[in-house]
């Protein structure tokens, strides 16, 4: 069997992702590149290959001409695996939609808000795109959990996301639950695979993984708001990775 | 039958355990406490309210490799058991309660060698304590089966040795051979004196009198009521605040289920048979191959829950499902009491 030809490529991102990737223990370094051909990867080697099996895409999507760019990128990979919180939710960026361009952009870039280049749209997950045939969340992704699901590639088997929010990990650490100390989390909400790491270093859990598939939305905003957020608050702790509906495609 | 030791000379019983075994017990987390192995035996406490997740996880330990194999046409199967002597310092009597049933629930049917091992080879030291206002352990015969006294006198006990808080000092019971063995080697308490016996008793006079919490139904009022509360609406009003996020199920000393599952190595020669922790509140536990799902609905899975708690541990084990312990209460996000639940269906069920 001839290994599997794999590509990476950043959208709108801080390509965190990307160093995720490469920051393995060395043995597991060295099994990945026995198993897998990197192609094409700006954060780690020069290659621009262009024939690749598996493309890994990192960043949201955020401006018409990064619709084009992904739409080759999927004509060319079999595979598409969107790595991170920006590629699978719209992560951060998104948060942008619920402001006018005028506003996110003075705010952000003040007196160069006029340049062209800084023009975009409303940040979008790459599924909102393309067709996407696995998801790598959080932000940053969970470097085994990378592992895991290239290993599930390689087998040829579907790669599982649990569908359990974090809290499951959290109490495994047997960790004193933030609501107990009378901090707030949404970790009930939101999607395991971190293995609970904000939670088990004492902050909370922000969303980034995105919500399991049966949310309890209501029950997390009245268990927020008992705990003395503000309504305002509330909202923030939903939209800070999850901001992004697919109302924002068509604005 | 009782031995007395000065709280000095049981620091000193611990501090020599810790010495020449592996010793496991309750050290304070942020505020809260958590069993764990025990290196200082300054660390350990014995006066605490409760523990986060309980002892099961030292017999079933949130994840483990059963069997480690190779990815060839002889897999080589090695069965893992890291299975050790040790003792279990300052159980609560829910936790020696939780234990036996654990007990009866892995030598039933398939005897699960991973955590008989350890079981066999572990040994329990409890410790008295005081009830917090979540504790309802006095309505689920917990009292009753582990300081049984004929099960005490033919050392059958659930614990080795106990230790009764009586202020200045603890009364100790030895509820084994084993027990006996290992507080002759270690200490050489005095008998205790009839004042000491007297204490004890005003403390547990005491103690039975600090109970505050709500619980309207003993073990066999369950038995009775729960059959009849399939079609209850108690299960959707609950499910409505509910995450299901299985913290109940996880913190709970009682709850034994597993998840199995196969990983392979990135050099996709060898792989593990693992299982990690289970929970009915998650919504896969009950799906089957082609999606079909026998619980879909979080109302189903904590009618499930609570039914195992309160009626089918009983009716396969004869031991209560649910020892009182309060952890999943206390430690549920969206504040969902089990002693609320179980009042609320005997009312509605009065209501009918
Ligand atoms: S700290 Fe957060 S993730 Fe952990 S149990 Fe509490 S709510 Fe769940
Ligand atoms: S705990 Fe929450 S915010 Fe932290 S990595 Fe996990 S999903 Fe992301
Ligand atoms: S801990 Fe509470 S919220 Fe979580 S599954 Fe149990 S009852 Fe539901
Ligand atoms: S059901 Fe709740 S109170 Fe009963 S043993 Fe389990 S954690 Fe303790």
């Keep these: 069997m001839s290994k599997p030809k794999i590509a990476f490529f950043d959208f709108t991102s801080c390509e965190g992702c990307q160093l995720e990737v490469l920051n393995q223990e060395p043995q597991d370094m060295i099994d990945l590149l026995n198993a897998v051909e990197i192609v094409n990867f700006r954060e780690a080697i020069s290659d621009k290959g262009q024939d690749y099996d598996i493309a890994f895409i990192e960043g949201s999507i955020s401006r018409p001409a990064d619709e084009t760019r992904i739409k080759k990128i999927r004509r060319q990979a079999k595979l598409l695996v969107a790595l991170g919180a920006c590629a699978c939710t719209g992560g951060l960026n998104a948060i942008k939609n619920k402001y006018s361009a005028e506003d996110y952009k003075n705010y952000v870039y003040k007196d160069k808000a006029h340049y062209e280049r800084l023009d975009s749209y409303a940040a979008r997950p790459v599924s909102a795109v393309v067709k996407v045939d696995f998801e790598i969340p959080g932000c940053p992704i969970n470097r085994f959990e990378f592992l895991k699901v290239v290993k599930s590639l390689l087998l040829g088997v579907t790669p599982q996301l649990p569908e359990y929010p974090v809290c499951v990990e959290c109490k495994m650490k047997d960790n004193v639950c933030l609501y107990q100390r009378g901090e707030v989390c949404m970790g009930p909400v939101t999607r395991a695979g971190c293995d609970a790491i904000c939670p088990s270093f004492g902050e909370a859990c922000t969303g980034c993984r995105g919500f399991v598939t049966h949310p309890n939305i209501n029950a997390q905003k009245d268990v927020l708001a008992k705990h003395g957020l503000s309504a305002e608050d509330v909202m923030l702790n939903f939209t800070m990775f999850n901001n992004f509906s697919k109302e924002d495609t068509t604005r | ?352």
């Design chain 2, 1 to 352: 039958m009782h031995k007395a030791m000065t709280r000095a000379e049981v620091a000193l019983f611990a501090e020599n355990l810790v010495k020449t075994n592996v010793v496991y017990g309750v050290v304070a987390k942020d505020k809260q406490f958590a069993w764990d192995r025990i290196s200082d035996h300054k660390e350990m406490v014995l006066d605490y309210p409760t523990t986060i997740s309980s002892p099961k996880k030292y017999f079933l330990p949130p994840t483990e490799t059963l069997i480690e194999f190779k990815l060839a046409a002889n897999p080589d199967p090695k069965f893992v058991n890291h299975s050790q002597e040790a003792i279990l310092f300052g159980m609560h009597a829910c936790d020696l309660y939780a234990t036996k049933m654990l007990d009866h629930a892995f030598e039933d049917t398939n005897k699960d060698p991973n955590y008989l091992e350890k079981r066999k080879k572990a040994i329990l030291i409890g410790v008295s304590c005081m009830p917090d206002p979540d504790c309802f352990c006095n309505k689920m015969s917990v009292d009753e089966e582990v300081h049984n006294e004929a099960k005490i006198s033919k050392k059958e006990a659930l614990y080795d040795i106990f230790f009764k808080n009586i202020g200045h000092k603890f009364l100790v019971s030895v509820g084994t051979k084993r027990g006996e063995e290992l507080l002759a080697k270690y200490a050489k308490p005095a008998e205790a004196t009839k004042e000491e016996l007297d204490q004890l008793k005003v403390v547990e006079k005491k103690r039975v009198e600090s109970f505050t919490n709500d619980m309207k139904l003993d073990v066999d009022q369950l038995v009775k009521l729960l059959p009849k509360t399939h079609k209850s609406p108690v299960w959707k009003e609950n499910a409505d605040k509910c995450f299901a996020c299985g913290t109940c199920n996880l913190v709970c000393p009682t709850c034994y289920c597993f998840n199995i599952s196969e990983t392979v190595k990135l050099n996709l020669a060898e792989g593990s048979r693992d299982r990690d922790w289970d929970s009915c509140m998650l919504p896969q536990f009950a799906e089957v191959a082609g999606g079909e799902n026998f619980r879909e609905h979080v109302a189903d899975r904590l009618r499930h829950r609570l039914m195992r708690k309160g009626l089918y541990i009983k009716e396969k084990f004869n031991m209560s499902g649910c020892t009182g312990c309060g952890r999943c209460y206390r430690n549920c996000t969206a504040d969902i009491s089990i002693v609320k639940m179980f009042n609320r269906l005997k009312e509605v069920s009065e209501n009918e």
